[in-house]
């Protein structure tokens, strides 16, 4: 059983930056593909980012591309998320979740392990 737990979320101002990060009670950490996904408020849960284990591949939503950056310390069990000039329409609960995969999975039907989300809330 893997655990995840996120912090760093909060309430930021339109433009400002802001940092959450997963981590990992797994020690295997580096086996996993790690993915980021929020879910605004009313709305489904979507892929924000994700990092193959190693971190060599990524990927990231069109509405997010530029302004986030996934990244990952296997040293430290930990998964990042820098989010840069953020907007309203950021806002949402985000979660990290976690998969036993060599792969760069995109579904959220697909990730095994959840965290139970920190929010972040863009004022403008």
């Known amino acids: 059983q893997v655990q995840l737990v996120e912090s760093g979320g909060g309430l930021v101002q339109a433009g400002g930056s802001l940092r959450v990060s997963c981590a990992a009670s797994?020690?295997?950490?580096?086996?996993?593909?790690m993915g980021w996904f929020r879910q605004p408020p009313g709305k489904e849960r979507e892929l924000v980012s994700a990092?193959?284990?190693?971190?060599?591949?990524?990927y990231y939503a069109d509405s997010v591309k530029g302004r986030f950056t996934i990244s990952r310390d296997n040293a430290k069990n930990t998964v990042y998320l820098q989010m840069n000039s953020l907007k309203p329409e950021d806002t949402a609960v985000y979660y990290c979740?976690?998969?036993?995969?060599?792969?760069?999975?995109?579904?959220?039907?697909?990730?095994?392990?959840w965290g139970q989300g920190t929010q972040v809330t863009v004022s403008s």
């Open positions: 979740a976690a998969r036993y995969s060599g792969d760069l999975p995109l579904s959220p039907y697909v990730y095994t392990y």
């Open positions: 797994e020690r295997t950490f580096s086996m996993y593909a």
């Open positions: 990092i193959t284990r190693s971190g060599g591949n990524t």
